[in-house]
Nanobody
Framework: QVQVVQSGAGSVQAGGSLRLSCTVS????????AGWFRQAPGKDREFVAAISWSGRSTGYADSVKGRFTISRDSAKNTDYLQMNSLKPEDTAVYYC??????????????????????WGQGTQVTVSS
């Protein structure tokens, strides 16, 4: 059974940094794309960042470009979201998601939450002004 476990929740002041981690276990094959999404109170879930299986392709929401970086350590089956220059509007519950892929999609990333199969438990990020 595939499990997606997140870590790295926290509270920081505006301008600060946090790093979220997402570790996947229980896979029968180690070929997957990953994404990060967030949901603030009263708002819809929104795309934050995504990375392809190969790690060569990444995508970001306009609101986080230049501030957030998604990366992967394939040996550890772990993906990271480094968040710098945090703003109060970044406050939300952040979710990691994972999607099985194949060799023809090794450089594809996915920004739609419906495309993902496995989800982490969510971690709260709070940014105070």
């Amino acid at each position: 059974q595939v499990q997606v476990v997140q870590s790295g929740a926290g509270s920081v002041q505006a301008g600060g940094s946090l790093r979220l981690s997402c570790t996947v276990s229980g896979r029968t094959r180690n070929s997957y794309a990953a994404g990060w999404f967030r949901q603030a109170p009263g708002k819809d879930r929104e795309f934050v960042a995504a990375i392809s299986w190969s790690g060569r392709s990444t995508g970001y929401a306009d609101s986080v470009k230049g501030r957030f970086t998604i990366s992967r350590d394939s040996a550890k089956n772990t993906d990271y979201l480094q968040m710098n220059s945090l703003k109060p509007e970044d406050t939300a519950v952040y979710y990691c998601a994972s999607k099985n892929t194949g060799p023809f999609s090794r450089d594809s990333y996915y920004s739609g939450w419906v495309e993902y199969t496995y989800w982490g438990q969510g971690t709260q990020v709070t940014v105070s002004s």
